[in-house]
């Protein structure tokens, strides 16, 4: 565990030009990255009709199907970010998953689309925790909340650029185009990251030995078994980022089914009301919670333990409310406090981890967010609508997967909570 105060080596540097330079490529790797990944949620209704799917088999697609290769690829790639330059190995799994991406467009079955989506999860495995240990060697502690909040930020861009001109496109190509389209860019990307940026030092502003060794992963786990508010807060990252997934892939199909809006319209609403939102909250969580909290992680905490509740609550009125137009408002609320809660929840966890084993904790967590959280609770969303049955299942399915954010917020406030205990601090805000 990493002491919340500055050290003497911490102290000797602040982040360079270089530095923002790199967040700034990571960001727009991470934004393709979510666009590459968000494809289907665009699509779902066009791919229902063309394959002949059903909600469970479209939220295996959006989800399982994702996150399953990804499970299994990202323990090993969390081995190698500890390991080996990191800025290549991104570079290199940015251009490989560009290219399945593109690889999609080529899909004559179900079948074939399923498994260009599966290499897609698995190539991207090393793109968040390689980024965060990244960010966490290029950025001091009080600016890791503002640093991983920008780069977060990046999921709404993409969520964004999905939706907004996914359903522009879908107005006159189809659906084909479009992972033609949002694989492209991934691949100059790539190449920028590969040849205009350097490998920061490792644990350059934490409290350590000056070349910190790597560690296995079973004394990461043992690191994070031994550690209630690793535990809680990699708990709460992955409901929170499960229920946000979830609600971004099927918030689409919620529009055309229980409001009646055209797919391309619905599309572009859910591009402008949560991309917009959601990446205005994440400016806005970076500078407050960096202020609030001064590099203490359990006050960074506090911040997406507060706003999970809200965003439930904004979420379930969402979803029960019949007017249209009040239901796009909620909408754009509740994005809003989507990125309120994602920088700070992933820079809870950075600030916890030593540099030495941040590779391998970070990509435990991202295990746990994308297998159980984003996979499970995109699949239960399709399962439960499924099982409801009738024109507005995927109403109440919704209603219930939003819940899961009061469980997210119970686990942020007992990360938090810990994390002052371990650190012998009292308990005021």
């Known amino acids: ?7 003497p080596k911490a102290a000797r540097k602040s982040a360079s030009a270089r530095s923002w330079y790199m967040l700034a490529l990571l960001a727009l790797v991470y934004i393709i990255g979510s666009v590459d990944r968000a494809v289907p949620s665009v699509i779902v209704e066009p791919l229902k009709a063309e394959f002949a799917l059903t909600d469970a088999q479209l939220g295996f697609l959006t ?7 990804y499970a299994l690829a990202v323990l090993p790639a969390g081995w190698l970010i500890d390991r080996v330059d990191r800025r290549a190995l991104l570079s290199i799994a940015a251009a490989v998953w560009s290219v399945l991406t593109m690889a999609g467009a080529a899909a004559q079955t179900f079948t074939m689309l399923l498994l260009a989506r599966m290499g897609v999860g698995a190539t991207e495995a090393p793109a968040s925790p390689g980024s965060l240990s990244l960010i966490g060697d290029a950025f001091p502690k009080h600016r890791r909340a503002t640093a991983v909040s920008l780069y977060y ?13 996914g359903g522009a496109l879908l107005m006159h190509f189809d659906w084909r185009a479009l992972f033609l389209i949002a694989g492209a860019p991934g691949l100059v990307l790539a190449a920028l990251l590969f040849f205009t940026c350097k490998e920061p030092e490792r644990g350059q502003f ?18 994070i078994l031994a550690s209630p508010p690793l535990r809680h807060a ?5 409901l929170a980022t499960g229920v946000n997934y979830a609600i971004l892939v099927w918030t689409v199909s919620f529009l055309v089914r229980s409001h009646g809006i055209a797919v391309q319209n619905a599309a572009m ?3 402008v009301t949560i991309g917009l939102t959601m990446m205005l909250g994440s400016f806005v969580a970076g500078w407050m919670t960096d202020r609030y909290a001064k590099g203490d992680a359990s006050r960074t905490a506090r911040v997406p333990a507060i706003g999970t509740s809200i965003a439930a609550i904004l979420g379930i009125a969402m979803i029960l409310m019949p007017d249209r137009n009040a239901a796009f ?13 994602t920088g700070p929840g992933y820079a809870t966890l950075v600030s916890m981890t030593e540099s030495s084993m941040r590779g391998a ?20 969303t399709g399962q439960l609508s499924d099982w409801i049955g009738g024109g507005d299942s995927i109403r109440w399915a919704l209603l219930i997967t939003i819940l899961f954010l009061f469980w997210a917020s119970f686990h942020f406030f007992r990360a938090a909570r810990a994390q002052r205990k371990e650190s012998g601090l009292d308990d005021i805000l």
């Open 1 to 7: 565990m990493t002491d919340i105060s500055a050290g």
């Open 63 to 69: 989800g399982f199907a994702y996150s399953i290769p």
């Open 153 to 165: 930020a990046g999921t709404a861009a993409g969520q964004m650029i999905t939706f907004l001109i």
């Open 206 to 223: 934490d409290e350590e030995q000056e070349s910190p060794e790597p560690v296995s992963y079973r004394l990461a786990v043992r690191s």
């Open 234 to 238: 990699i708990v709460a990252n992955m």
């Open 269 to 271: 609403t859910v591009g």
């Open 329 to 341: 408002v909620l909408l754009a609320a509740f994005g809003f406090m989507m990125g309120i809660n």
């Open 361 to 380: 904790i970070l990509s435990i967590a991202k295990l746990a967010s994308i297998l159980i959280g984003n996979g499970g609770l995109a699949w239960l």
